[in-house]
């Protein structure tokens, strides 16, 4: 009797202890605001996507990205330690034990018949792979060379990440103008059989050359770029080229005419040095400098350059109030397709200026289909930034089925904006029914838009539904989604797209300014702990990218 009461004692106060630490857990936890809030939910979904250690350690991967992107670089390291922590088995069984359990006392949803698709090794290396070179750069804004330096030496080398990482360090060196750190950070991606590592190392030493042109050691910088193809012998003379364009451009900006056609003169390939030449035209006439632009591209070698470059001159004389002028040098071009683009950029300047009946004069006379379009969604884009409703409702009339979903889209977000729900409601019905018609090869694109703009506005239950009625019997006609034409393969590629639009679809949600509460109810009913794992991540990246729009405003 005495051992009866006392085990009774002990399980009352394990249990005790037990609601203790569970009031202090919620207590002390984040609130739902927090992007840790979601990260911490999605990593506890992450232990029963299917008993498949591949998809928690992708999920986890993901997760640590985005804790690095936030800021919460300590967090973001010990989820990427728990990836490499092997989970005993015991764990394993207990934790489908407890699954099981959910399931039948209806708690929890039992997964879907249709098999969850498989990820690949590469798919799981490149996501722990990206969340350090996260965690790296993290690191380096917050100016800890030596810890990003350790984050990077983490990385799996067959991966581009590792690169990404190492120029992170030593681009941010170089711009601070610790040359002799970017060079030795430079000298430590020495794996010769990666071609990323090249990639990296001769980035970093572009990045030297430009600041040092900056700072005004050009003959430095000079001398820099005619060791290139010695010094990289592989990409070296291509991205010579490249580097020389980039430093003729900062120098015409700068105005420095004379040093910039003495980089020009470096340059020996025809093609290079045309459009460096187009370059320093172009830099003319945007600074209104039109009379240096013609002289400077009457220098072009080179018939399609010189044409760009007259496009750049016709922009320069809109700008400056003389549309007639633009117009007359964008009709003498003598090819049909550079002469629409020419027309398009007078109108793009006529926008600019806000002078939107100009702007229309300039797209009638584009010829272009593709260039008319553009003239039209540009028209489209500073109406609504205008909050010409009415003029915005007219232009999208003209615009071509291609681009009709995303601006009956963006007519329902500024309605949205302004207050009007139902009008905005409406317009994303159109978009729908534009979805509907276009081609099945951007089907998948416009119907993730118009769920993520429904996320947007706060209508998270209108964003499911267009998720189910993309996934449902859906077949795949083009791009990478071709290859699955057997029907269980089929639905391994729907599984990944329902996935990624609960991402982006919950995401959006975040953002905007909902509240998230509904957000919350509505991925608790979600059928699997997979999906609801990524739509719990993507409304911590949502909340991680309105915290950054947040502080770039309170910047600026």
């Known amino acids: ?37 979601w990260l911490t939910e999605a990593v506890d979904q992450s232990f029963f996507t ?9 999920l986890l991967g993901q997760v640590a990205r985005a804790q690095a992107e936030s800021g919460n670089i300590a967090d973001a390291i010990g989820t990427v330690k728990t990836i490499r922590e092997p989970v005993p088995p015991f764990v394993t069984k207990i934790r489908k034990w407890l699954n099981d359990l959910l399931i039948r006392i209806k708690i ?37 060379f030596a810890g990003a330096a350790a984050t990077a030496q983490d990385i799996d080398t067959r991966t581009l990440a590792h690169a990404e990482a190492w120029l992170s360090i030593g681009a941010a060196q170089a711009n601070d103008g610790d040359f002799a ?71 015409a900006e700068k105005r ?20 460096a030449q187009c370059a320093i035209a172009e830099v003319l006439a945007r ?62 300047a006529q926008l600019d200026k806000g002078d939107m009946e100009g702007a229309k004069t300039a797209a009638r006379q584009i010829a272009d289909r593709t260039c008319r379009g553009d003239a039209y969604c540009a028209m ?62 951007g089907r998948t694109k416009s119907y993730q838009a118009v769920a993520e703009t429904q996320a947007r506005i706060g209508d998270i239950v209108a964003a499911a539904v267009t998720i189910g009625s993309m996934t449902k019997g859906y077949r795949f006609s083009s791009g990478d989604d071709s290859a699955w034409s057997e029907p269980g393969l089929q639905s391994v590629t729907l599984a990944r797209l329902r996935l990624k639009m609960l991402r982006a679809t919950a995401k959006a949600y975040a953002a905007g300014t909902a509240p998230l509460d509904e957000l919350r109810r509505h991925t608790k009913t979600l059928k699997t702990p997979l999906e609801r794992a990524h739509a719990y991540l993507g409304a911590a990246e949502g909340l991680i990218q309105k915290q950054a729009a947040d502080r770039r405003n309170q910047t600026d």
């Open 380 to 441: 489209l884009s500073a109406q609504l930034e205008a909050g010409d409703l009415a003029g915005a409702r007219a232009t999208v009339e003209l615009v071509s089925d291609d681009d009709k979903t995303a601006a009956l889209l963006s007519i329902a977000e500024a309605h949205a904006a302004a207050g009007d729900l139902s009008r905005a409601m409406d317009f994303i019905a159109l978009a729908r029914g534009a979805a509907d018609a276009g081609s099945a090869a």
């Open 108 to 144: 929890r949803r039992a997964p879907p018949a249709q098999p969850v698709f498989n990820l690949s090794l590469d798919a799981l290396l490149q996501s722990e792979a990206r969340a350090h070179a996260a965690i790296a750069a993290a690191q380096v804004r917050a100016g800890d």
């Open 1 to 37: 009797m005495k051992r009866l009461r006392r085990s009774t004692r002990i399980i009352l106060l394990v249990a005790s202890l037990g609601a203790v630490l569970g009031v202090l857990h919620l207590c002390l936890r984040p609130g739902i605001n927090s992007p840790s809030w």
């Open 181 to 251: 750190a970017a060079r030795d950070t430079a000298g430590k991606m020495t794996d010769p059989a990666s071609t990323h590592m090249a990639w990296g190392r001769i980035h970093i030493y572009k990045t030297i050359l430009i600041a040092k042109a900056k700072a005004g050691d050009l003959s430095e910088a000079r001398k820099m770029l005619k060791n290139l193809p010695e010094r990289f012998p592989l990409y070296g003379l291509r991205m010579q080229e490249r580097f020389q364009i980039d430093l003729v451009k900062l120098l």
């Open 256 to 275: 420095n005419l004379t040093d910039t056609r003495s980089v020009v003169n470096d340059i020996e390939d025809p093609y290079a040095r045309a459009s």
């Open 287 to 348: 600074s209104g400098r039109i009379d240096d632009a013609k002289a400077a591209a009457q220098q072009i070698e080179r018939g399609a350059m010189q044409n760009r470059a007259q496009a750049e001159i016709a922009y320069g004389l809109a700008a400056a109030g003389s549309a007639p002028k633009a117009m007359g040098v964008a009709g003498a071009i003598a090819d049909a397709n550079a002469r629409s683009f020419a027309c398009l950029r007078v109108c793009e």
């Open 50 to 58: 299917g008993f498949e250690s591949q998809h928690q350690e992708y």
